[in-house]
């Protein structure tokens, strides 16, 4: 979603990679906004908006992310419903789930972070650097409206207060999604979705018996999932990590790995 600025301008391992730690940012002035920390640029366009950020930790944030994303990984692999399908099937699921199944971790876990605005100093290195996809990385920045989103669509799972049970057969109806272009097996996928519905819908009878509009309110909220991108999880979460690795090719050894 395009935003208008309002603002007057002044003329081999992959466990191993995902696991490494960034060291700590310089520390800033910052100040508070809904809850996340944001830090002042005043040489730079202020729009909340348009402000590119980063991780205020990225030490203690990309480990606690890495950790959701291996099990987020784990957990598709240990669906032996998800190995009958053709391998490129799952390499496609793979391709549209893991951002949708990482956030759900997160919400799963309460995981919670706080965002600065991106250093310019650094911004200007990649610019020095002369790197082919400079001006792609600049434009791909997380900023603080996708930040936004992201926290949005999290405080809306914390209020659902989903059972471990309800986000493993949300995650399932998240996965196998018959949608996805050039599936082979998609009748079978689309089944396997069914069946998680119904094992989500079941699962609520027990536990909100008074709850009948439960299950259509945890598939509108999954619905909101789409709203972010996998390249604003991968660039705000494990672009430190992993440098200019494919973030895709990674996971994928990780879940072909045995």
Sequence with gaps: MDYDCNCIEDNRQPNAILYNILCRPESKAVHNV???????????????????????????????????????????????????????????????????????????????????????????KRILLNRHEDMDALRE??????????????????????????????????????????????LFIEELQQQAQHALREVLLPLHPDDRGRFARILLTASSLNAITPSLITELFFRPLIGQADLLELLAEMLFSK
Excluded at 43 to 59: A, D, F
Excluded at 147 to 152: C, D, E, W
Excluded at 156 to 175: C, I, R, V
């Design 34 to 124: 809904n809850n996340l920390n944001y830090t002042l640029a005043p040489h730079r366009c202020t729009c909340e908006m348009r402000r590119t950020v980063c991780l205020k930790t990225p030490g203690e944030t990309c480990k606690t992310a890495s950790d959701v994303l291996v099990k987020t990984i784990n957990f598709m692999k240990s669906l032996p419903a998800f190995h009958q399908l053709p391998a490129k099937d799952q390499l496609a699921l793979l391709q549209s789930c893991w951002a949708p199944l990482f956030i759900l971790g997160l919400a799963q876990e309460r995981v919670c972070f706080q965002v600065t605005d991106t250093p310019a100093a650094s911004m200007l």
């Design 141 to 186: 920045q997380p900023t603080m409206a996708g930040v936004n989103t992201l926290m949005s669509c999290l405080k809306k799972f914390w209020s659902l207060d989903l059972s471990p049970k309800e986000y493993a057969y949300l995650k399932g109806t998240m996965m196998f999604n018959p949608d996805v272009p050039e599936l082979k097996a998609v």
